[in-house]
């Protein structure tokens, strides 16, 4: 995976499918945490490590993912 083609086309993207502050930092966050393994297609982290990093308490995390998913930026 190219880190930098990543980013380029999820901020392309932002502009005609915007996500609230929260989400947005849900996600580089996961695409920090998955650059760590070597882009792994699948991976699974802690709640509570993504909690912490992305500085977001429970429920925040829980409504950011659920935005994430239902915007079509995480499967």
């Known amino acids: ?9 999820f901020h392309n ?3 005609t499918n915007p996500l609230s502050a929260s989400a947005a930092n849900l ?7 998955n650059n760590k393994p070597g882009w792994l297609k699948e991976f699974t982290v802690a709640v509570s490590v993504l909690c ?3 500085a977001l308490t429970e429920s925040t995390f829980k409504r950011a993912r659920a ?5 079509g930026y995480i499967r």
């Not at 995976?1 to 086309?9: C, R, V």
């Not at 996600?27 to 945490?33: C, D, E, F, S, Y």
């Open 1 to 9: 995976m190219n880190y930098i083609k990543e980013l380029n086309a």
């Open 13 to 15: 993207r932002l502009e």
């Open 27 to 33: 996600w580089h966050v996961l695409m920090h945490v």
């Open 52 to 54: 912490a990093k992305a």
């Open 67 to 71: 935005e994430l998913d239902e915007k």
